[in-house]
């Protein structure tokens, strides 16, 4: 977005991705807009524990964070391969890896759901499958925000406050995938860069 890149126009370009901070709603978003645009619907997190079977906690356990990420790093890119268009639920985390940015700006519609930290505090209160979250669930929240705010950014095409009731976010994001479409159909994939709505 900082970088105005517009949307690809290979194979995966037109999946939409939704990437922020654990409890800023990307599953239970993408879930809705999936069903509304008659997509499928990916969530990293869940692929991965479907395939290792063992859940995100445990994998962090047993062979630590560098570990994960790198399954993190396989499990969004096969996402991003798939030829289908398709609604991606992109775990909190996948900014951190250059690799993932790079692939995520070449996806198709990127949406970074903006939370406050105080309600994605209260959001995750009481969560118990987030191994990051185990210690000072709050000051590591406003820690990871704050750091990544720049990656969310590098990445997205548009920027929602996702605090907002989940209908006008899920209606949000629909409109810019009709936008993007009628664009696309008129100018091509590559017309300009989107703006940012908050
Ligand atoms: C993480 C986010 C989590 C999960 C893991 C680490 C992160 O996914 O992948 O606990 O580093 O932000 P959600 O964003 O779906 O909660």
Not at 129 to 143: F, M, Q, S, V, W
């Amino acid at each position: 977005m900082s970088d105005a890149q517009p949307a690809g126009d290979g194979p995966s370009a037109h999946h939409v991705v939704l990437v922020g901070m654990m409890g800023s709603g990307k599953t239970t978003v993408g879930r809705r807009v999936a069903a509304v645009l008659g997509r499928p619907f990916a969530d990293s997190d869940e692929i991965i524990e479907a395939r290792t079977g063992r859940s995100v906690a445990e994998i962090f356990a047993a062979e630590g964070e560098p570990a994960f990420r790198t399954i993190e790093t396989d499990v969004l890119g096969e996402c991003l391969d798939a030829p289908e268009p398709t609604v991606i639920a992109a775990a909190g985390g996948v900014v951190l890896e250059a690799e993932n940015r790079r692939r995520l700006v070449e996806a198709g519609t990127v949406v970074w759901l903006k939370v406050p930290v105080g309600t994605l505090v209260v959001r995750v209160a009481g969560s118990t499958h987030r191994p990051l979250l185990e210690d000072d669930p709050a000051g590591t929240l406003a820690t990871l925000s704050e750091a990544r705010e720049a990656l969310y950014l590098e990445v997205a095409d548009l920027s929602l406050d996702a605090s907002q009731p989940l209908d006008h976010v899920v209606s949000c994001i629909i409109d810019l995938v009709h936008q993007r479409q009628v664009r696309d159909a008129t100018e091509g994939p590559s017309g300009s860069p989107e703006e940012v709505v908050s």
